[in-house]
Nanobody, 119 residues
Framework: QVQLVESGGGLVQAGGSLRLSCAASGSTFSSVVFGWYRQAPGKQRDMVAS???????DYTDSAKGRFTISRDNAKNTVYLQMNDLTPEDTAVYYCHARITWGLQKGDYWGQGTQVTVSS
């Protein structure tokens, strides 16, 4: 079955950087949109960045210019490079895969990784 496993979260000071990784397995992921979402305490889960199989990216306004989503097809891993972090970036970050065609069509989530940015 499709599995997404995040890693790379942690505690960082404001202005620092983190790189999140999402190891994907259980599919060829040939027809997929990968995304990173985050959820802060008491708030809804929001999209941070997305990446289509064609390489098209999209970012929430607060992430533009600071975050970069990328994919290593050979490793079936999706990354979120986060620079110039602020306390407002503190949240649990979730990897998401939307498989758009085939028997595995559907939405899949990882378990989340905590990112805490101290001021």
């Amino acid at each position: 079955q499709v599995q997404l496993v995040e890693s790379g979260g942690g505690l960082v000071q404001a202005g620092g950087s983190l790189r999140l990784s999402c190891a994907a397995s259980g599919s060829t992921f040939s027809s997929v949109v990968f995304g990173w979402y985050r959820q802060a305490p008491g708030k809804q889960r929001d999209m941070v960045a997305s990446l289509t199989r064609f390489g098209n990216t999209d970012y929430t306004d607060s992430a533009k210019g600071r975050f970069t989503i990328s994919r290593d097809n050979a490793k079936n891993t999706v990354y979120l490079q986060m620079n110039d972090l602020t306390p407002e970036d503190t949240a649990v970050y979730y990897c998401h895969a939307r498989i758009t065609w085939g028997l595995q069509k559907g939405d899949y989530w990882g378990q989340g990784t905590q990112v805490t940015v101290s001021s």
